[in-house]
C-alpha cells in the first residue's frame, strides 16, 4: 500500500474523530501551496494497511504520523515540524525546532496530545472531506 503512494506526495495520518487534529489537517490542506500532502485517518483501513507492518512503537501511536516516500514514518513532534516545514513561510520556521532532541519535544507533543480531547473535543465519527478536497484523501 506504502508503493502506490507518488513519490512527490507525503502522507499524513491524523486522529479522525479529534477536532484538534482535524482543524490541523485543515490548516495543512489551506498552506498546502505544492500540493505535497495526501491524508487519511487512523481509523481508515488504508491506515491499517499502511501501519499493519510497522513496529509496536508505531501502531501504539494515536498522534499524528507523517510517511515520506524517501524518509518512511515520523511520529510526534518530529511529524509534525516535517509537516511545518514543506508549508512555508512563515509556519516553516518551526522546523528549527528538530534540532531539540525528540525526548524533549515530545514531551511537550505529549501533553498536548494527551489533553487534546478534553481541551478541543471529539467527534463520534471520522471527518467526510468535502467535494473540494477530497482528491487529499486516499479511499
Request: proline share 5%.
Amino acid at each position: 500500500m506504502m508503493t502506490d503512494i507518488p513519490q512527490h506526495k507525503k502522507l499524513v495520518l491524523f486522529d479522525g474523530v479529534c477536532n484538534l487534529c482535524n482543524s490541523s489537517v485543515q490548516y495543512i490542506i489551506k498552506r498546502d501551496k505544492n500540493n505535497v500532502f495526501l491524508f487519511t485517518p487512523l481509523q481508515s483501513e488504508s491506515a491499517k494497511q499502511i501501519l499493519r507492518d510497522q513496529d509496536s512503537k508505531i501502531l501504539d501511536t494515536d498522534s499524528i504520523l507523517l510517511y515520506e516516500p524517501d524518509k518512511g514514518i515520523s511520529i510526534q513532534s518530529t511529524a509534525a515540524l516535517r509537516i511545518a516545514r514543506s508549508l512555508g513561510f512563515p509556519i516553516n520556521i518551526l522546523a528549527i525546532f528538530l534540532i531539540v532532541p525528540p525526548f524533549l519535544r515530545n514531551a511537550v507533543y505529549n501533553f498536548i496530545a494527551k489533553n487534546r480531547y478534553k481541551w478541543y473535543g471529539r467527534r463520534s465519527e471520522c471527518m467526510m472531506p468535502s467535494a473540494e478536497i477530497s482528491a487529499k484523501f486516499l479511499k
